[in-house]
């Protein structure tokens, strides 16, 4: 088991791929912003790829194990520390009974950190998936972030523990992290020529959007677009007045890049499932990691074009960087 003793900035319970299933209902997928740092997480303490581990964003959680077990912590680095000495990340680290771990804020590349525990967290499965949804207050432990004195359970280990002290992730398939994030995506489905312009769509693929301040886990809010002839019609007909607004319709999340007035909102992993807003295209399954590990108020996007079979591949390739042969 695991007492929180500093709940942190915002430390939720996560696995991946989430709460699949229920976008009709209104139910976000929910699941890790950043599911490549918690998959080699779960990696290296012989979890499946999908267990749930916990998140951690901004910083300052603390905690205490009550039992012995192996861990690993992805992700930023936050100098996390043991018994108050540096800890290595992307290793797989033994602990002790009444070791504290402890995590200082955000490192100068990425925002979130993931600590993996060997059995994964044992919390109730709900709708199919351990993930915390913050605006549905359901899921995860109790429906909300970690504070202090809360205690998580871990479950039974799949290997081990001897065999999983010491590994490591290759240095090649440590992800990098940056302070403009290249995202791949897709035209649409609200695109040119009926919603946007060429003009409007070169800008989207041209330009690095600063990530703004009001960001959490529903939405990324981008810098307004602005100097430009953006929009292909002068309103939204029967949708509105502005030419962002269409008819009430799905949104294509976790990836939507929603246009709400001038302003570009990536709806993300606890995002509305639809709405009144045209999305301009959908950035594809195999970066959408790295959007979570951009800090607000300091980091900036851009996106690159896509294809569909340049999407494909790139979730093939995502596949094994998951998969063992990251192992040192």
Excluded at 111 to 118: D, H, K, S, W
Aim: glycine share 14%; hydrophobic share 40%; with cysteine.
């Amino acid at each position: 088991m695991l007492l929180v003793k500093k709940g942190g900035i915002e430390t939720v319970i996560e696995d991946w791929p989430g709460r699949i299933g229920y976008l009709d209902n209104g139910m976000a997928a929910s699941g890790a912003f950043d599911y490549v740092a918690l998959g080699l997480a779960n990696l290296l303490v012989g979890n499946p790829p999908g267990e749930a581990g916990i998140e951690i964003a901004g910083g300052y959680f603390e905690a205490e194990f009550g039992v012995d077990t192996v861990i690993s912590v992805t992700g930023t680095d936050m100098k996390p520390t043991l018994n108050d000495q540096p800890i290595p990340l992307w290793e797989a680290i033994r602990v002790s009974k009444g070791d504290v771990i402890k995590f200082s804020h955000f490192g100068e590349f990425g925002f979130r950190a993931y600590l993996g525990v060997a059995g994964g967290i044992d919390v109730p499965v709900y709708l199919g998936s351990k993930s915390t949804c913050l605006f549905g207050s359901y899921g995860g432990y109790e429906g909300r972030k970690l504070q202090a004195g809360d205690v998580l359970n871990f479950g039974k280990p799949q290997e081990d523990l001897k065999s999983l002290e010491g590994r490591k992730i290759k240095k090649e398939a440590v992800p990098e992290y940056s302070r403009v994030w290249e995202l791949r995506a897709l035209p649409g489905p609200n695109s040119c020529p009926d919603y946007v312009t060429k003009e409007g769509m070169d800008y989207l693929f041209s330009h690095e959007f600063k990530i703004q301040h009001s960001s959490n886990r529903s939405a990324y809010r981008l810098e307004a677009i602005k100097g430009i002839n953006f929009f292909a019609r002068k309103d939204g007909g029967v949708a509105g007045s502005h030419p962002s607004n269409v008819l009430d319709h799905a949104y294509a999340i976790p990836g939507a890049l929603n246009i709400c007035g001038d302003t570009p909102i990536l709806l993300i992993a606890d995002g509305p499932t639809l709405g009144g807003y045209l999305c301009a295209l959908s950035v594809i399954m195999a970066d959408l990691w790295k959007i979570g590990q951009g800090i607000p108020g300091r980091d900036y996007v851009r996106f690159v074009y896509c294809t569909r079979d340049d999407a494909m591949k790139a979730r093939g390739e995502l596949k094994e960087l998951l998969s063992e042969k990251s192992l040192a």
